[in-house]
């Protein structure tokens, strides 16, 4: 829909709802109604005028410095569409090759935690939130716990992980949420059937949907970690996902988890991906949503356009992505890659003429069928749906 370039800068959206227009801004949501909208589908002045007194419109302040620090670069995973895979298994398999393994140490924490402050210091940022991410994060679980509880002493204020959950056990979860973790990202390939064909273990190819699940339980009893589950959606797996929710449902506590659907795109090793975003898949995505909700999960929330503050800002002035071995990175689908680094914790960013053709966003490497209006208008129907359902339901 239409709005000014202000509002386009401070990323604003406006989206049609079923029954009454939705503004999205970097302060918050509201209800319109076609009064406030002229058929062309802008905003009226007098609305304008109201969102922007309602500080819907005003943007705030970085308050904390947002670090992701790989663990580890190796995973115990050999999922075929992972961004850190190089290819795929050529013999069909549960091995496709990936990036070079490395463990991060406590010297390298050291260098890590003294870049960081230097980062911080430059911005005047006195708080510090750390994502914990691989590989998978837990093939290290020493670097991990020494990383957050040396981090304290630099301002850490929170902390999350994003793992696979296949080692996590309630002693390390216990030790994990006493050092400041409080949430960890979890990924579901579709109900067990789907999910033990396709998230398996490296190893020996086994499945993992009832290790993850019943980790989850097991840590949910001995910390206040919660749970975010990332619902990959592909040809693959699409007909299992209302057999997950249901299953879901009773073997995790839905009221600790919040839930989304991501719809899985190719990286360029080969993974493919034939689902489109049209209208019929916008709305099975809608579907599976309400039944969440319905369910007692929490559904990730609509809002604006926001700047990841760490590959939205070249020379990691929010934000850094640092790999094991110390390395920086624009993103953290480049972080561990060889030729994609933009510097390392000792010497600092290289120089923009430098990194400029390595510096890459969230999602800029992944390919798909859709062209980007496409795209737009799939999301932009999801989320005006799931607004729809919240203020019917009264959860707005």
Same mark, same amino acid.
């Given at each position: 829909?239409?709005?000014?370039?202000? @509002?386009? %800068?401070?990323?604003? =959206?406006?989206?049609?709802?079923?029954?009454?227009?939705?503004?999205?801004?970097?302060?918050?949501?509201?209800?319109?109604?076609?009064?406030?909208?002229?058929? &062309?589908?802008?905003?009226?002045?007098?609305?304008?005028?109201?969102?922007? &007194?309602?500080?819907?419109?005003?943007?705030?302040?970085?308050?904390? $410095?947002?670090?992701?620090?790989?663990?580890?670069?190796?995973?115990?995973?050999?999922?075929? *569409?992972?961004?850190?895979?190089?290819?795929?298994?050529?013999?069909?398999?549960?091995?496709?090759?990936?990036?070079?393994?490395?463990?991060?140490?406590? %010297?390298?924490?050291? #260098?890590?935690?003294?870049?960081? +402050?230097?980062?911080?210091?430059?911005?005047?940022? /006195?708080?510090?939130?750390?994502?914990?991410?691989?590989?998978?994060?837990?093939?290290?679980?020493?670097?991990?716990?020494?990383?957050?509880?040396?981090?304290?002493?630099?301002?850490?204020?929170?902390?999350?992980?994003?793992?696979?959950?296949?080692?996590?056990?309630?002693?390390?979860?216990?030790?994990?949420?006493?050092?400041?973790?409080?949430?960890?990202?979890?990924?579901?390939?579709?109900?067990?059937?789907?999910?033990?064909?396709?998230?398996?273990?490296?190893?020996?190819?086994?499945?993992? *949907?009832?290790?993850?699940?019943?980790?989850?339980?097991?840590?949910?009893?001995?910390? &206040?970690?919660?749970? =975010?589950?990332?619902?990959?959606?592909?040809? /693959?797996?699409?007909?299992?996902?209302?057999?997950?929710? @249901?299953?879901?449902?009773?073997?995790?506590?839905?009221?600790?988890?919040?839930?989304?659907? %991501?719809?899985?795109?190719?990286?360029?090793?080969?993974?493919?991906?034939?689902?489109?975003?049209?209208? @019929?898949?916008?709305?099975?995505?809608?579907?599976?949503?309400?039944?969440?909700?319905?369910?007692?999960?929490?559904?990730?929330?609509?809002?604006?356009?926001?700047?990841?503050?760490?590959?939205?800002?070249?020379?990691?002035? $929010?934000?850094?992505?640092?790999?094991?071995?110390?390395?920086?990175? #624009?993103?953290?689908?480049?972080?561990?890659?060889? !030729?994609?680094?933009?510097? #390392?914790?000792?010497?600092?960013?290289?120089?923009?003429?430098?990194? +400029? /053709?390595?510096?890459?966003?969230? @999602?800029?490497? $992944?390919?798909?069928?859709?062209?980007?209006?496409?795209?737009?208008?799939?999301? !932009? #129907?999801?989320?005006?749906?799931?607004?729809?359902?919240?203020? /019917?339901?009264?959860?707005?």
């Amino acid at each position: 829909m239409s709005l000014d370039q202000a @509002e386009r %800068a401070v990323g604003a =959206r406006l989206l049609p709802g079923a029954k009454n227009w939705w503004f999205l801004g970097p302060g918050g949501v509201a209800r319109l109604r076609d009064g406030h909208v002229t058929p &062309e589908g802008a905003l009226r002045p007098d609305a304008r005028r109201q969102l922007r &007194e309602s500080g819907l419109l005003a943007t705030t302040a970085v308050r904390s $410095y947002a670090l992701t620090v790989l663990t580890s670069t190796h995973c115990n995973l050999g999922c075929g *569409y992972c961004f850190q895979n190089i290819a795929q298994d050529p013999t069909g398999g549960s091995r496709p090759p990936r990036m070079p393994q490395t463990r991060l140490t406590s %010297a390298t924490i050291t #260098s890590v935690l003294d870049f960081t +402050r230097r980062q911080m210091a430059a911005v005047g940022l /006195e708080k510090l939130r750390i994502l914990l991410f691989g590989g998978e994060p837990l093939l290290n679980p020493k670097g991990c716990l020494e990383l957050l509880e040396r981090a304290r002493d630099f301002g850490l204020d929170s902390a999350w992980m994003i793992s696979n959950a296949t080692l996590l056990t309630p002693a390390l979860a216990g030790q994990l949420g006493a050092l400041g973790l409080d949430s960890i990202q979890v990924t579901f390939d579709g109900d067990r059937p789907d999910h033990d064909r396709i998230r398996i273990a490296r190893a020996d190819g086994g499945g993992t *949907y009832d290790t993850i699940v019943r980790n989850i339980a097991r840590a949910s009893q001995v910390s &206040e970690i919660g749970w =975010r589950l990332r619902v990959n959606v592909s040809q /693959e797996n699409f007909d299992g996902i209302d057999g997950l929710l @249901e299953r879901l449902a009773t073997d995790v506590d839905p009221g600790r988890c919040t839930l989304y659907f %991501a719809r899985v795109g190719d990286v360029g090793i080969g993974y493919a991906n034939d689902l489109l975003h049209n209208g @019929e898949l916008a709305a099975t995505f809608s579907r599976w949503q309400r039944r969440a909700l319905d369910l007692g999960f929490t559904v990730s929330r609509p809002d604006a356009h926001r700047v990841c503050a760490t590959c939205g800002h070249t020379g990691g002035r $929010y934000g850094a992505v640092v790999s094991a071995d110390g390395t920086l990175a #624009s993103c953290w689908e480049t972080a561990g890659k060889p !030729d994609w680094d933009v510097g #390392s914790v000792t010497d600092g960013y290289l120089p923009d003429e430098t990194t +400029r /053709e390595r510096w890459v966003g969230c @999602e800029d490497l $992944y390919r798909y069928h859709d062209d980007a209006p496409t795209l737009r208008t799939f999301r !932009d #129907s999801v989320d005006a749906a799931l607004l729809d359902y919240l203020h /019917e339901t009264g959860r707005l």
